[in-house]
């Protein structure tokens, strides 16, 4: 089965016209996905300047675009049952939206910086969780409504959980309000 083919039995908004379909992930979570990416001529960008920062490829976030019924589509789809992921349905372009992203990537504390792992989807979806209350830091984080929703998938870690900002969200049943947040955890029957 595609990847585009497993999120859309998850339910999840792969075709409309309206956003555009990112996926986040980084090198280290796939060993070949660099060479996949490059052999498979699909559009990628790292979030952070590798020029400046040598050494760091394997860590790098990693932003693509999957085109779908594409040869990497398909390669996804049976990469997907163990390869953690953030995919992301955002109104801006790549370019942007990495640009955006970058400026989460990185905080000063004092004289230290840290780098924040935004390909991985568990510390993404425990920082987004942090700013739940916070409805300026949720807005800017999702871009004022530009990004749309994201979708936390981490098979080893059993994370399988949407969420949406309030003033993008479409209702759902099961799904969980917090903040300025909704969640929507994905039964493993339904988990792309």
């Known amino acids: 089965m595609s990847f585009y083919q497993q999120l859309d039995k998850a339910g999840l908004p792969t075709r409309n016209n309206r956003t555009h379909l990112y996926v986040l992930t980084e090198t280290r979570a796939e060993r070949n996905l660099l060479a996949r990416l490059e052999f498979h001529e699909v559009v990628h960008y790292p979030l952070w300047h590798l020029d400046t920062q040598a050494g760091l490829e394997p860590y790098t976030p990693w932003l693509c675009v999957p085109e779908p019924d594409s040869d990497f589509d398909l390669w996804l789809g049976k990469a997907y049952e163990t390869m953690p992921m953030i995919v992301i349905f955002a109104r801006m372009p790549p370019d942007a939206v990495r640009r955006h992203l970058r400026h989460f990537s990185k905080f000063v504390e004092g004289t230290r910086r840290f780098f924040l792992r935004l390909g991985t ?30 979708y936390f998938h981490d098979p080893q870690a059993s994370l399988s959980r949407r969420v949406q900002p309030l003033f993008e969200q479409q209702r759902h049943e099961e799904a969980e309000c917090d903040g300025c947040l909704v969640w929507l955890d994905l039964p493993v029957d339904q988990e792309a």
């Open 121 to 150: 989807p568990s510390a993404l979806q425990l920082y987004i969780a942090s700013i739940a209350h916070l409805p300026s830091a949720v807005s800017h984080f999702f871009a004022d409504g530009e990004i749309e929703e994201m």
